[in-house]
């Protein structure tokens, strides 16, 4: 059994629409061997997880897991794995439950899926499943990835791996935080691999650092760090606090000590959760002590303060209103006559709310220093048994971080004490506060009980008030995000998502045009690269998660137009949680073959997360089967279809039903885009009126604007800005580089595209057909190493069976991608010869920038040339820098003439036809004239 691939999907996947982690198991030969057929097996891994027992499995019940186990031949080994990793992952703190394991087709061979909080995390807890599956199998089934190294203690990985959980997983203030967010939807992203979280997206978000956020001014949390600014700042507003001084010897301290009068505190000057904080001081002795404790946390610095008696309390303090108070009650233990401390400290480690760090709502108990100064002063020690109902304190300070109690008093805390809160976070100037207050009784006035401010800390923990060990947990988390986002403001901005075989860029291109004629600052994703506002800011292929979170991360953006291309989704999922409008283009024969995709339905599934994923709308290409089925599968308020065919039924029972659609439909002047919705008939724009359609022959440019025009539609723009803006759209390379980039400046016209599959070709092939070309037309074919053979026999099958190539140029794309430095070449040539094209006119030249000159080369004048290019930015250069031969340079207005003929060289027979005009060739292929030409 070993595992042959790890993927970690971070966004919507093929398996749910949260963060999963596949891993491809191959079981060898225990595939043989299913659970309940191994000997011991069961009873081994029950006893190392006994939780196990509450996984319910597909019988949805506790249990369920076990039965699984147990009945028949048991369950294979993938999905025992699957139910480990969940379980470990529990262990050490993750809020998961979701798992599948399936087939994959081949024998032995499994896809085991299952939810992770942090990935790393969830990738170890795989690592430790194998460990713990391994010991628990007999010797001779240890194979593969499942050998055990020597000495393997299953509860000192868990702790490892629980470590691991402590240092990668939310913080319980950070994870509340979080979970605030999800329950008001606002959208967060985790920008960095401890606690810092954007929530909201584009120019909308704000951020925190565990609970300092982005409306905490630093002033305040430089003046909260320092206790003595605090203190006197608290002092000049009458507010209560005891007397201190700073000090940076130890001799200082006594002096200070001293001077305050006996018993004192002494502290650092800048630490938090109670570390070196040193309580009752009485003598000189114990300061001095106490002092080299304290400057040994952070700085020599240390404070010096009255004791205060009385009962820690935390006040958290949320944009000037309380909203929680905790007592804090240090780490102790209560003698019972019997245990010795020792043993009364694992009996209170052994609860089960108890565990590492802030794995779980309390923390263990730690004998450390601080306990062991304690015993000393009680002439006590760890053998010592303590008399039944003696409570011994091992810590100073009540944070539970050092194995501390929280009880919530948030309900009975004095009027005078909760004032005094908001007075001195107001001081201070925080928006998230925790007053630490130090008094005998909180449900009394300060003004008579007595009792002082000890400290005033910015990014106060959450954990006492979410998860008291006594009284009701409070929301705090919430007012913070109420704070960041009062209620009908907004924390999204709008998300387009594109998808599709064919026409991703140029819609999103369209469409972004289209929000940013409307006033938008958007931020797009291409192929070609991630652009805020228009200025392209990165350059390469960003149609995977990673750019669609840089876009949303960006402050100053307001719309975000994302092309999501098929690879990125299968690597690691979408990069957004949901979109406002997900759109499927088309689904044509593309990259079948790779990454477990090997038929049309299996692109369209992949593709359908775009629209399972949309919020307000989900917009459909109504000519494709394909697509019209992803209807039933999307959870949009909406759905609307565009089509290039009037008559098409659905769409016209959806438009009688109130939908919303696009429609191509023939007038008198032409064919127009019309725009349908709750009955309403909207003429948006005559189709030859469209740059991009090249006067309406260019039909694949016609279909992507009515996919982008009722995008636009359904998220709220103007039917004239619309219609504006796709009337000041085009196909230059600025605009969209590599689709359909036209070259007027040579004596010949000159086309330049990234089409890469059979449908791109056939649509190229389709326009070519439509244009009026006075001399012959050129093509210089190309196909990516990567696709299937019969994708790039297509391909060329479509050119030879078009009948109106004169000439073939076939190169290869610089990156071979697998193949042989020929391979795809002569794939092409034998798809062109297939189709019963010449072969006297077909050239292979491999070299790219070799191809096109060729081509350019060959190129007469009035003639037209169609590159399908790979390094589109180089073509683009070297069509545009080409310099044709003198004679070919001729003034546009020159009347075409035609070629004279030498009946010497002619093969004997025409070439062929094009457009019904027979064609004349030379022996070495080269088309001379048309004959029957008007």
């Known amino acids: 059994m070993k595992i042959t691939e790890r993927r970690v999907y971070r966004g919507p996947n093929l398996y749910a629409h949260f963060p999963c982690i596949r891993l491809t198991i191959d079981l060898g030969a225990l595939e043989g061997h299913p659970s309940a057929k191994i000997d011991g097996f069961n009873g081994k891994l029950v006893a190392h997880l006994p939780t196990l027992a509450e996984h319910t499995c597909s019988y949805s019940t506790a249990g369920g897991f076990i039965r699984r186990l147990h009945e028949g031949e048991g369950t294979w080994l993938g999905h025992v794995l699957e139910h480990v990793a969940i379980e470990l992952q529990q262990k050490a703190g993750a809020r998961v439950t979701f798992g599948k394991t399936r087939g994959t087709g081949t024998p032995g061979e499994y896809h085991v899926v299952y939810a992770f909080e942090e990935e790393r995390v969830g990738l170890t807890a795989a690592e430790l499943g194998m460990k713990v599956l391994a010991n628990c199998l007999p010797a001779e089934l240890r194979v593969g990835d499942l050998g055990v190294p020597d000495g393997f203690e299953f509860e000192s990985e868990l702790k490892d791996l629980i470590s691991l959980a402590q240092r990668r997983q939310f913080g319980p203030s950070t994870g509340s935080l979080v979970r605030a967010a999800e329950d008001r939807d606002i959208p967060w992203i985790r920008l960095n691999d401890q606690s810092l979280v954007q929530f909201g997206h584009g120019r909308f978000q704000k951020r925190i650092q565990a609970t300092v956020t ?32 700073l000090v940076r010897s130890a001799r200082e301290a006594v002096r200070a000590a001293e001077r305050i009068g006996y018993p004192v505190v002494v502290k650092p000057y800048n630490a938090n959760h109670g570390r070196g904080v040193c309580l009752n001081l009485m003598n000189p002795a114990e300061v001095e002590a106490a002092y080299e404790t304290a400057s040994q946390i952070t700085s020599r610095t240390c404070c010096v303060e009255k004791m205060i008696t009385g009962f820690d309390h935390r006040m958290l303090v949320v944009n000037g209103e309380l909203i929680a108070v905790s007592k804090r009650v240090p780490g102790h233990v209560v003698g019972d006559g019997k245990h010795t401390i020792k043993e009364l400290v694992d009996i209170v480690n052994s609860d089960p709310r108890r565990g590492i760090g802030h794995e779980k709502v309390l923390t263990q ?3 450390d220093h601080q306990a062991e100064r304690l015993m000393a002063e009680a002439s006590v020690t760890l053998d010592t048994v303590l008399e039944d109902g003696r409570v011994f304190f091992l810590r100073s300070t009540g944070n539970l971080s050092t194995g501390g109690t929280a009880i919530d008093m948030t309900d009975t805390t004095h009027h005078d004490n909760r004032e005094m809160a908001k007075r001195a976070a107001l001081a201070i100037g925080l928006d998230v506060a925790g007053i630490d207050f130090l008094c005998p009784d909180i449900t009394k006035s300060y003004r008579e009980a007595g009792g002082a401010i000890c400290e005033v800390n910015a990014a106060p923990g959450f954990r006492m008030h979410v998860a008291p060990t006594e009284g009701k947990p409070r929301d705090v988390a919430g007012p913070v995000m109420d704070m960041l986002f009062p209620p009908g403001t907004p924390a999204r901005i709008p998300i387009a998502s594109i998808t599709g075989t064919n026409g991703k860029t140029t819609t999103a291109r369209m469409l972004a045009h289209i929000h940013k004629m409307a006033g938008k600052t958007v931020g797009l994703t291409t192929t070609d690269g991630v652009y805020i506002d228009g200025e392209r800011t990165v350059a390469g292929d960003m149609t995977g998660p990673t750019s669609a979170s840089m876009v ?5 953006v307001d719309l975000a137009v994302l092309e999501t291309a098929r690879g990125g989704i299968l690597r690691a999922g979408l990069g957004f949680r949901d979109c406002n409008v997900g759109c499927v283009l088309n689904i044509s024969a593309d990259h079948l073959g790779l990454k477990g995709i090997d038929t049309l339905e299996q692109l369209a599934e992949v593709k359908r997360i775009v629209v399972e994923v949309a919020r307000d709308a989900a917009i459909l290409n109504a000519d494709d089967l394909l697509c019209l089925y992803m209807a039933e599968h999307s959870g949009a308020k909406r759905v609307g279809y565009f089509t290039m065919n009037a008559k098409n039924d659905l769409v016209r029972r959806h438009i009688r039903a109130g939908g919303m659609a696009a429609v191509l439909e023939e007038g008198i002047n032409g064919h127009m885009i019309t725009l349908y919705d709750q009955g309403s008939h909207v003429p948006l724009l005559w189709t030859h009126l469209i740059p991009a359609t090249i006067e309406g022959k260019a039909l694949h440019n016609v279909q992507n604007a009515l996919a982008a025009s009722l995008m636009a539609y359904a998220m709220g723009v103007k039917v004239d800005n619309i219609r504006q803006a796709l009337r000041t759209f085009d196909t230059s390379y600025f605009q969209v580089p590599g689709r359909l980039n036209v070259y007027d400046e040579l004596p010949f016209k000159v086309i330049l595209d990234y089409g890469h599959n059979p449908a791109a070709v056939r649509a190229m092939v389709d326009f070519v057909k439509r244009l009026d070309v006075a001399g012959r037309r050129l093509c210089v074919l190309a196909a990516p190493g ?23 140029f076939i190169k290869r794309d610089d990156d071979l991608r697998g193949r042989g430095p020929t391979e795809v070449p002569d794939l092409l040539k034998k798809g062109l010869l297939d189709a019963g094209y010449h072969e006297a006119r077909i050239t292979i030249i491999p070299d790219e920038r070799e191809c096109v000159d060729a081509a350019l080369r060959a190129a007469q004048r009035d ?18 820098k080409f310099e044709p031969a003198m004679d070919n340079v001729k003034r546009k207005a020159d009347k075409p003439t035609v070629a004279p003929i030498d009946p010497g060289i002619f093969s004997g027979e025409p070439a062929g036809t094009i457009g019904g005009d027979a064609l004349v060739e030379d022996a070495r292929g080269v088309i001379l004239s048309r004959e029957n030409e008007d």
Request: glycine residues 4%; charged residues 30%; proline residues 4%.
């Open 552 to 556: 949303l991360r960006d402050p100053t």
């Open 365 to 367: 108990i730690e004998i």
């Open 214 to 245: 982005s409306e905490t001014r630093h002033i305040a949390v430089e003046i909260a760090s320092d206790k003595e600014q605090t203190n006197k700042i608290l002092a000049d507003l009458g507010l209560p606090v005891p007397r201190q001084e």
């Open 786 to 808: 990567d696709r299937r053979n019969e994708d790039i026999l297509e391909m060329a099958k479509i050119i030879g069976e078009s009948k109106v190539f004169a000439q073939v």
């Open 863 to 880: 003639d037209m040339v169609l590159v399908f290019g790979d390094a589109i930015s180089r073509c683009w250069k070297q069509v545009t």
